[in-house]
Nanobody, 120 residues
Framework: EVQLVESGGGLVQAGGSLRLSCAASGFTFDDYAIGWFRQAPGKEREGVSCISSSDGSTYYADSVKGRFTISSDNAKNTVYLQMNSLKPEDTTVYYC?????????????WGQGTQVTVSS
């Protein structure tokens, strides 16, 4: 069974940093892509970032480019999202998801989410 567990969310002031973690189990980590998404109440889910296991490519939404960095520790089956220069508009629940195609295109398994709150 694929399991994804996010952690690292919390309350931070604008301009601050947080590092989210997505711990994965139940599948061959090296064969999957892992993405980070966020969804604020009443808004559509937004893809934030993704790292492809096929070639190590990384992808970022324009709204987070230059501020967020995704990385993977395959020895720990964990993907991280380092979030710097946080803004109040980054406030929402962040989810990680796994893509068996490994190309950051089709996510079939999701974590439970972790809340990020950025105060102004």
């Amino acid at each position: 069974e694929v399991q994804l567990v996010e952690s690292g969310g919390g309350l931070v002031q604008a301009g601050g940093s947080l590092r989210l973690s997505c711990a994965a189990s139940g599948f061959t980590f090296d064969d999957y892509a892992i993405g980070w998404f966020r969804q604020a109440p009443g808004k559509e889910r937004e893809g934030v970032s993704c790292i492809s296991s096929s070639d190590g490519s990384t992808y970022y939404a324009d709204s987070v480019k230059g501020r967020f960095t995704i990385s993977s520790d395959n020895a720990k089956n964990t993907v991280y999202l380092q979030m710097n220069s946080l803004k109040p508009e980054d406030t929402t629940v962040y989810y990680c998801a796994a893509d068996a195609s490994s190309w950051c295109t089709s996510f079939g398994s999701w974590g439970q989410g972790t809340q990020v709150t950025v105060s102004s």
